[in-house]
């Protein structure tokens, strides 16, 4: 696991919990059910990830801090959040109905444009429908590491999370998790036995463009479905350090990029890959991709990086700190997540 970033500093401590003794793990749970503090620095807190929600962008962050903001990251409010841990990535399907993760194997949804939320999944209850699933398999391997998630106690990090249509949700994490909905995220099922992955490797990012699903995290892992999430096959990159983060701006155009500033594309469904020249060796965290079809990349050395002819040329002058994510804003911004709060790029360079 990587130790760069603030990001995988957060879920370091996550992880460290499970071996924490009993008052820590108790403490993990009562931040599922401690709504989060209202503060009127909220907008300078820790954000981790960012969506639109029709004209208003939804930003998520540590201690459950949600913020909506109408005017393209001007102006913040915050949400009522019925849970206080960490929040790690946000999606809207339309307007009104999104779904954020987190810590503790949080899941909420929202059908109000991020004003209310209500918690779904939790990491108690998706430890033990990890199990129902693998007593129902007789997989053996699938038993232990469905034993060993409720055994370690609450706290299960998600990591990522995106919609694939009609009521699906797919959300992954550390140890290799991952989980998905059909019906909006009232009920849940372990996605682990469509996805080679025996080592329990974190899976840190997911994408996904119609039928076309990509998975990405430590080691080197990636893996790719094009049926809808009904089976996945491992795409051989060459390069064995962890991915951050993904972008999939169609069936066959995959980026992949992390630890190092390593960042490989490939145009063929991840037959072949490319690397992409970075102007310094400091870890890729986010990315996104404008409403143009480029993608623009960000890394701890709080660079906003875009694509051209095969490298990652830096596009903003002003020094920023080390960034967490980023949103590509309806006005041709960038929304600028990081350990300082949430800054709002106008007219950056593409």
Not at 168 to 184: C, K, P, T, W
Request: charge should be positive.
């Amino acid at each position: 696991m990587n130790k760069h970033g603030l990001r995988c500093g957060l879920l370091c401590g996550a992880l460290a919990a499970a071996w924490l003794p009993t008052a820590a793990a108790e403490a993990v749970v009562a931040a599922q059910l401690r709504p989060a503090v209202l503060s009127r620095q909220a907008s300078q807190s820790v954000m981790l990830g960012a969506a639109h929600a029709g004209s208003r962008v939804v930003a998520v962050g540590e201690r459950g801090i949600i913020l909506l903001s109408d005017d393209n990251g001007q102006r913040w409010q915050q949400a009522e959040v019925p849970v206080s841990v960490t929040l790690t990535a946000v999606r809207f399907a339309d307007a009104r109905n999104g779904v954020a993760v987190g810590h503790a194997g949080v899941v909420l949804t929202t059908s109000d444009g991020g004003a209310h939320w209500q918690r779904m999944l939790d990491g108690q209850r998706l430890a033990a429908l990890a199990l129902e699933a693998a007593k129902k398999s007789s997989d053996a391997l699938a038993l232990r590491d469905a034993e060993r998630l409720v055994a370690d106690g609450a706290d299960k990090p998600l990591l990522d999370v995106c919609l694939l249509g009609a009521g699906r949700i797919l959300a992954v994490g550390a140890y290799g998790i991952a989980f998905a909905s059909e019906d909006n995220g009232r009920s849940w099922t372990p996605w682990m036995d469509r996805i080679s992955n025996p080592k329990g490797l974190h899976l840190n990012t997911v994408r996904a463009n119609g039928d076309t699903i990509l998975l990405a995290g430590e080691r080197g892992l990636a893996l790719l479905s094009t049926d809808a999430g009904r089976s996945f096959r491992p795409l051989n990159v060459p390069y064995q350090g962890s991915f951050f983060t993904a972008e999939l701006t169609s069936a066959t155009d995959l980026l992949l990029a992390g630890l190092r500033g390593n960042a490989w594309r490939s145009v063929d469904a991840g037959r072949s890959w490319q690397q992409l020249a970075s102007p310094m060796p400091v870890s890729i965290t986010a990315s996104t991709t404008r409403a143009d079809g480029n993608v623009v990349l960000a890394n701890q050395a709080g660079m906003l990086l875009t694509v051209r002819d095969q490298a990652l040329v830096p596009t903003n002058t002003a020094p920023m700190p080390p960034l967490n994510a980023i949103l590509a804003l309806n006005n041709g911004g960038l929304l600028a997540l990081s350990i300082q709060g949430i800054k709002a790029v106008a007219g950056a360079k593409q």
